[in-house]
């Protein structure tokens, strides 16, 4: 078993980007909504979002389904829809406790020509500045050229709906876990707060990007606090969990 698995990951390295599986079921199931509202607070950035890296991009594999997982999967068909063609992949330097997964990066090469694309992937890269791109995104910036020399930073996703959170397919009262899907901005934390709780509880985050407290939610509405890098909250109040759902907020970050 040891010497298989080392041949897969010495396949595997041998591309720009070495993809995470996810042993998550595929999440599915109908939205429901919160009810939702944006404030700001005064806690300091924990990152800044328009500092600048410099690398080389490359093609893939980059992608949604296909031979190679990314690492904040899985995602449901309406998720992918909302995201689109144009996506990323960073190096395990930047996201590998997942706390990029679904944010936007500008990538503007030494060309002149750019684009926004949106992070769902991980892995090694030969520099730890370097990025993949889906092909729809890296033929959107290729000439040509090579090296393929270019910036990336984190900057806001475009205005693409609300909030979404995902919840695994395991989820229940006692162990409860979903991902933030669709934020503006990168999320800071996300806190609970239950029947079963005085106050807010932070939620654990993991590699894969979802968020999750172990002892659970417990029975009936919740209401969750998202916090983002700038001090933005999105609140919401849950009427229940869903397992495999998806819950559409009413707020998104400005």
Not at 2 to 28: D, E, G, H, T, Y
Not at 153 to 171: D, I, M, R, S, W
Not at 215 to 230: C, Q
């Amino acid at each position: 078993m040891k010497l298989q698995m080392w041949l897969f990951f010495s396949v595997v390295v041998r591309r720009r980007l070495l993809l995470f599986p996810v042993f998550f079921c595929l999440a599915c199931g109908a939205s429901t909504h919160g009810s939702g509202n944006v404030t700001k607070d005064v806690t300091p950035q924990t990152a800044s979002i328009g500092e600048a890296h410099v690398g080389d991009f490359s093609l893939g594999p980059v992608a949604f389904s296909g031979s190679f997982w990314n690492s904040c999967a899985p995602y449901t068909p309406e998720l992918e829809k909302q995201a689109g063609e144009m996506l990323a992949g960073l190096a395990l330097k930047w996201n590998v406790d997942g706390s990029l997964c679904d944010t936007c990066i500008l990538v503007q090469t030494a060309k002149g020509k750019s684009v926004i694309a949106h992070v769902i992937t991980t892995g090694e890269t030969q520099g730890a500045n370097d990025i993949d791109l889906s092909p729809a995104a890296f033929n959107a910036i290729t000439s040509g050229e090579y090296p393929r020399k270019m910036t990336w930073e984190l900057v806001k996703c475009p205005h693409n709906g609300k909030v979404q959170y995902q919840f695994q397919t395991e989820a229940n009262p006692y162990w409860t876990s979903l991902w933030v899907r669709n934020g503006r901005l990168p999320i800071r934390t996300v806190e609970v707060k239950s029947a079963k709780n005085v106050g807010f509880i932070a939620l654990q985050r993991g590699g894969d990007g979802a968020l999750t407290y172990a002892s659970g939610f417990g029975d009936g509405p919740f209401t969750l606090r998202v916090t983002a890098i700038d001090g933005q909250i999105v609140t919401d109040s849950v009427s229940k969990i869903t397992p495999g759902g998806v819950v559409a907020s009413s707020g998104q970050f400005e």
